[in-house]
């Protein structure tokens, strides 16, 4: 695949965030999308019951490969981070698939992913394969649950 411009990039991003505020929309389930070159959070979901609030980061591919950055941004179990991560591939034919994570669960396939046993710091950037992450398709159950 050809390398995408700053200008593409941003719009792959934007599409992915915006598509799970659609997909959280189709649950019931109330969601914003913040907006910003420096956020922590990429969509927030708000329950009014409890006046609590989950974060949600989301990252957006046309491949088979979700760059994260697990480990350059989060240097240990205990950095703040996101309640839930939702992955988007969007395929060959412009559909995009959705993948719902817990911080937890990404940061298990992040480090089985490199091989870590413990939480350390890693060199480069990191990365997980659509292969990964298969059983996680749809699983908006989760964020509902807490919402």
């Known amino acids: 695949m050809a390398r995408m411009t700053p200008e593409e990039k941003h719009f792959l991003n934007l599409s992915g965030e915006y598509g799970v ?3 959280l929309a189709k649950q019931n389930i109330y969601s914003s999308l913040t907006y910003g070159n420096h956020k922590a959070a990429d969509v927030v979901v708000f ?31 205990k950095t703040p981070h996101p309640d839930f991560w939702v992955l988007v591939q969007i395929d060959k034919d412009n559909y995009s698939h959705y993948y719902v994570l817990t ?3 990404i940061a298990n396939i992040q480090m089985k992913r490199n091989g870590m046993t413990a939480w350390t710091s890693v060199e480069g950037v990191d990365n997980i394969l659509l292969s990964q992450i298969k059983e996680f398709e749809n699983r908006w159950d989760k964020i509902k649950l807490l919402s």
Request: glycine share 2%; with cysteine.
């Open 21 to 23: 505020c659609s997909e």
């Open 47 to 77: 329950n009014h019951k409890t006046n609590k609030a989950l974060v949600i980061e989301v990252k957006t591919t046309k491949s088979e490969r979700f760059v994260t950055g697990f480990f350059q941004k989060y240097k240990n179990a």
């Open 103 to 105: 911080h937890e669960e």
